[in-house]
């Protein structure tokens, strides 16, 4: 139920932030904004974060979820074309899930 959860909210935070992310980059800069580099690396090494979902939006937008299966953190991003990526969201209690798609009810 939380990874079903956890898709839902990030497709609309992603949703949402391609629209926020679509204004000018000058004021995304300054709003948890940097290289995807920098922003992997401080992950990592301030989190204890790594890569564990990557989708892709329009207009060349990749939505990521960075998490720590230690510690249970999460953090969302969204990187442009350019290389720039922006923290959108994040908090605790990460868990991998492997569920079944809900039965179809056939009955109309």
Known sequence: M??????TA??????????LIAAPMASAQSQ??????????RLAEKYGESRQSIGMGQQGMVMET???????S????VTTPNGMTCLVASGQSYEVLAEALPVLDTDA
């Open 10 to 19: 990030a497709g609309l935070v992603l949703a949402l932030s391609l629209q």
């Open 32 to 41: 948890n904004c940097a290289p995807r580099d920098l922003v992997v690396k």
């Open 66 to 72: 960075f998490a720590s299966n230690e510690t249970g």
């Open 2 to 7: 939380m990874k079903t959860l956890l898709k």
């Open 74 to 77: 999460w953090t969302i991003t």
